[in-house]
């Protein structure tokens, strides 16, 4: 079974009179033009959306699973399951289709393909992000972590290792967060902060202190 490809979207087109030579069209033809302008748009929307349920309906059917996974050569297991629920939650819910962030996955079976850890799994998904955030994407290259990636140190996250995968929320809410994914890698220095005045107040509600990435941005981490 293949999985249906993602629908060309249509051009729009503003359609208008021919003004008459030497006079001004008439504002009431604005409104007129609006309408027509979203009739032409608003279709072409609505059938990428559909599109987009359609595959994510289909994706499911198998990777709602939480047996679902996969193993590497070294032995290791990951499982391949998504919490439907936190997915429709997150940013992309809806919006995305599966294979914008897994292109080449639009086959069923999937093709075949072997990785030797957990570590090059992860690394096989390290430039998905980077066709909607290229801005973001372009910034994390003067990064240390990057630096670190291109060292050959595949402990350094990517993308998807700071914000998740399929349950992404808002990156800087809730503000705690930041810290706590952090910590994640950095546990002694979160430990210090914790015990910080930043880290207290921030614990007692406080948001009005500085995070981490206030200090060490997010995506041009420094050292």
């Known amino acids: 079974m293949r999985i249906a490809p993602r629908p ?40 990428a959306q559909e599109s987009a349920k359609e595959e994510i309906e289909t ?9 679902l996974s996969v193993t590497f050569a070294d032995g290791m297991s990951h499982r391949l399951g998504v919490d439907q629920d936190a997915f429709a939650r997150s940013v992309h819910g809806g919006n995305l289709k599966c294979t914008d962030c897994h292109p080449g996955m639009g086959e069923i079976p999937h093709p075949e393909r072997q990785y030797a ?15 909607c955030h290229f801005d973001n994407y372009t910034q994390s290259l003067d990064g240390v972590h990057q630096q670190l990636l291109a060292g050959g140190d595949n402990r350094a996250p990517a993308c998807a290792d700071c914000h998740g995968s399929h349950a992404i929320v808002p990156a800087s809410r809730p503000r705690p967060a930041i810290s706590r994914t952090c910590a994640r890698c950095h546990p002694d220095v979160s430990d210090i902060y914790a015990k910080s005045v930043h880290g207290t107040s921030l614990r007692e509600g406080n948001e009005d202190v500085p995070v981490c990435t206030d200090c060490h941005r997010s995506h041009d981490i420094a050292d």
């Open 117 to 131: 850890d957990l570590p090059h799994f992860r690394a096989s998904f390290r430039e998905a992000c980077k066709s």
């Open 59 to 67: 994706c499911l059917s198998c990777h709602s699973d939480d047996s």
């Open 8 to 47: 060309g979207g249509r051009t729009a087109r503003t359609i208008g009179a021919t003004r008459p030579r030497g006079r001004l069209a008439p504002l009431t033809r604005v409104p007129l033009i609006i309408v027509l302008t979203l009739t032409v748009i608003c279709p072409a929307s609505a059938a």
